[in-house]
Structure formats: C-alpha cells, structure tokens
C-alpha cells in the first residue's frame, strides 16, 4: 500500500550539486522519520541524512554534513535531499526510507518502507 519512489540522481562533477526527490503515497507522516541512505558498490549501506516529519529534527551523517540538507513538504508528500559540493565518493545508489521509530542514522533496519533508489554518479 505505501509506495516510494526516489528520482532526481544523474551524474555530475565534484563540486556541483543534485537535488533527489522522493515521491510518497499510501503513508501519512504523522510524526515519522524519513531518512536518506547511499550504498556504493562494495560497501555497506550507510545513512545520509534523517528528518523526523513531526517537528523537523534532521541528523546527517559524518561525511556529508555541511554538504546536504534533507526536507520535507508535506503539502506535496515529497521527500527531498539537497546536495552541495559534491564529491566522487558520494557515489552510488541513494535510497529514501520511512516510518522508522527512531530517527536515526545509525541503521537502515528500523526503517520499515524503501525506495527502489536512484543513482548518483559524480566524476572527479
């Protein structure tokens, strides 16, 4: 019933900047957290950037902060992640993530619906 669908990911150069979307249906957010995370080929998932949809807390990962900034627009159901300055090891496949009881950023395993993802590639 509840559907997410993450687009916006394409290549760039480092330095430039990418905007991803995440489109929700079926789920009210009602306080839930809403999160970004990134897998590079060979690695481990690892999360980006949380927000809690009640009153807008966000964290972000180490390596991206000061970089990204996560937001949410609950009058269109959208999910969005601003990327500045971006860097080649920001690569791979990023995914949007909802209804985690906790809002962290720590693990991917309390979030309970995914998108199938979107690719980002930047060239050095």
């Known amino acids: 019933q509840a559907q997410l669908m993450g687009s916006g990911g394409g290549s760039v150069q480092a330095g430039g900047s990418l905007r991803l979307s995440c489109a929700v249906s079926?789920?009210?957010?009602?306080?839930?957290?809403m999160a970004w995370f990134r897998q590079a080929q060979g690695k481990e998932r690892e999360g980006v950037a949380v927000?809690?949809?009640?009153?807008?807390?966000?964290r972000y990962g180490d390596s991206v902060k000061g970089r990204f900034t996560i937001s949410l627009d609950k009058a269109t159901n959208t999910l969005y992640l601003q990327m500045e300055a971006m860097k080649p090891e920001d690569t791979g496949m990023y995914y949007c993530?909802?209804?985690?009881?906790?809002?962290?950023?720590?693990?991917?395993?309390?979030?309970?619906?995914w998108g199938q993802g979107t690719q980002v590639t930047v060239s050095s």
């Open positions: 993530a909802a209804e985690g009881p906790f809002c962290t950023v720590d693990g991917d395993a309390v979030y309970n619906f």
């Open positions: 079926g789920l009210p957010y009602s306080g839930a957290c």
């Open positions: 927000i809690d949809s009640g009153d807008g807390t966000t």
